[in-house]
């Protein structure tokens, strides 16, 4: 199971620190994604984090204002986002995926990733 929290109410240009907590399953063998929701609209992506190496990638509109990582021995991913915006307003999820050799080419979609949780609202005033 995933489980996002950290969400909350913030101004504009303030941070906030998203936290993912896995349960259940090896968590260090997942890669692991942020997709957000805003009303009305389609769920996209916004981070992700591979499950070996580290390696990260960002969609272009948060890119330089937020960084995921990850913790295995505590079974957490983080996204820290600074600078936020107004449309930065969301619904955060936390999604993971099982080792897949092509993910580097599919990480930003959403039916790429085999397990998700609850999300928690983010709400950046202006």
């Known amino acids: 199971q995933l489980q996002a929290f950290g969400g909350g109410l913030v101004q504009a240009g303030g941070s906030l620190r998203l936290s993912c907590a896995a349960s259940?399953?090896?968590?260090?063998?997942?890669?692991m994604g942020w997709f957000r929701q805003a009303p009305g609209k389609e769920r996209e992506f916004v981070a992700a984090?591979?499950?070996?190496?580290?390696?990260?990638y960002y969609a272009e509109s948060v890119k330089g204002r937020f960084t995921v990582s990850r913790d295995n021995a505590k079974n957490t991913v983080n996204l820290q986002m600074n600078s936020l915006k107004p449309e930065d307003t969301a619904v955060y999820y936390c999604?993971?995926?099982?080792?897949?050799?092509?993910?580097?080419?599919?990480?930003?979609?959403?039916?790429?990733?085999?397990?998700w949780g609850q999300g928690t609202q983010v709400t950046v005033s202006s």
């Open positions: 999604e993971g995926d099982p080792p897949r050799p092509n993910y580097g080419s599919t990480y930003y979609l959403q039916d790429e990733y085999d397990y």
């Open positions: 259940g399953r090896t968590f260090s063998i997942y890669s």
């Open positions: 984090i591979r499950w070996s190496g580290g390696l990260t």
